[in-house]
């Protein structure tokens, strides 16, 4: 059984801003602080890059707990954004594993490795919402959960284009607020998705 999301994604949009009304602030700083330490790692040369890689994960894993928490209206916590490190081997893993299938479909050509993106896009939501599940089988239902989404959420990432373009004669201070509305609006998609309409599809990809 597949899920297919339902809701108009305009409206997802529209969702995502009122999580954020009164939650901007808190919002925007837990934002800055995991862009300062996936960049900031990456300034001490070769070790930089590979402490980089070894906390993506888990600091992927916090952030889009902390991004769900806001947009389901809950009071999320600024050090929920380390929560991710409690499941240290289980998010690298994850991380690891969709960076290296995202490079296999890639080296078929850039659209495989879009389509590839998008199939495993919701696997750090699904290791949020349930500690007990490993980070293959995550996978393996993030795959399931974008039959016949993955053109929905590419669709969503594209109505941000006009608000990214608007976003560079400020020198990227407009990202500050453009950060935290995409990301809330993608975790929007994802509570769609997992609540929405079952529907039968086999898993072809």
Not at 27 to 46: E, K, P, S
Not at 135 to 163: P, Q, V
Not at 167 to 180: E, K, Q, R, V
Request: charged share 10%.
């Amino acid at each position: 059984m597949n899920v297919i999301s339902n809701t108009e994604n305009r409206i997802l949009m529209e969702q995502a801003l009122e999580s954020l009304k009164g939650k901007w602030g808190l919002a925007i700083g837990a934002w800055i602080v995991v862009t300062l330490i996936n960049v900031g790692t990456q300034a001490f040369g070769d070790v930089g890059a590979l402490v980089s890689i070894v906390i993506a994960g888990p600091i992927t894993l916090g952030w889009v707990g902390f991004v769900l928490a806001l947009s389901r209206n809950q009071n999320p916590k600024f050090g929920q954004i380390f929560d991710g490190f409690n499941r240290f081997g289980t998010a690298l893993g994850a991380y690891l594993l969709v960076l290296l299938f995202i490079f296999l479909w890639m080296l078929l050509l850039i659209i495989p490795g879009i389509i590839a993106g998008l199939s495993y896009s919701q696997t750090f939501y699904i290791l949020s919402e349930d500690p007990s599940i490993g980070a293959m089988d995550a996978i393996k239902k993030s795959k399931e959960m974008m039959y016949g989404n993955r053109w929905k959420l590419f669709c969503l990432g594209l109505r941000f284009i006009g608000w990214l373009l608007l976003c560079i004669p400020t020198l990227g201070i407009g990202f500050i607020w453009l950060a935290p509305y995409m990301a809330v609006s993608m975790a929007k998609f994802y509570d769609d998705l997992a609540h929405g309409t079952s529907a039968s599809a086999p898993v072809t990809d």
